[in-house]
């Protein structure tokens, strides 16, 4: 009774599912981790420079999909951009909310 392999092939394969997805799709280089800056995108959100915030959300989730097609390099460069924009938005938001604490604190009541 001869079998295609070993006894001793098969339980190694078998409690070893890496060299089993390995012989099946070659080595593999390790993925680079994943900066997208969701979360700080969705919080600049919350600042009033809406088309802006709007902006940096959409490079994120743009960083995200290149991510998961496998383009990493094109993932961290809209990354990037969207910490940019994001930070961006933050200033402006900050801005925005100091003129209009100035412009309503230093007007009179007539």
């Known amino acids: 009774m001869a079998t295609g392999g070993s006894q ?3 339980k190694s ?3 070893g599912s890496l060299d089993l997805y390995h012989s099946w799709f070659g080595s593999t280089t390790p993925r680079p981790p994943l900066r997208n800056y969701l979360l700080l995108t969705i919080l600049t959100c919350f600042c009033p420079a809406y088309p802006v ?3 940096a959300l959409v490079f994120s989730v743009m960083s995200r999909n290149s991510y998961d097609q496998g ?3 094109g993932s961290r460069r809209l990354g990037k ?3 940019y924009v994001s930070i961006a938005s933050i ?3 900050i801005l ?3 003129i209009f604490c100035a ?3 230093s007007t009179k009541d007539v």
């Open 8 to 10: 001793t092939d098969v």
């Open 13 to 15: 394969s078998l409690n």
């Open 53 to 55: 915030n709007i902006l």
């Open 71 to 73: 383009d990493y390099e």
């Open 81 to 83: 951009m969207a910490l």
């Open 91 to 93: 200033i402006i938001g």
């Open 96 to 98: 925005i909310i100091t």
């Open 103 to 105: 412009v309503h604190f």
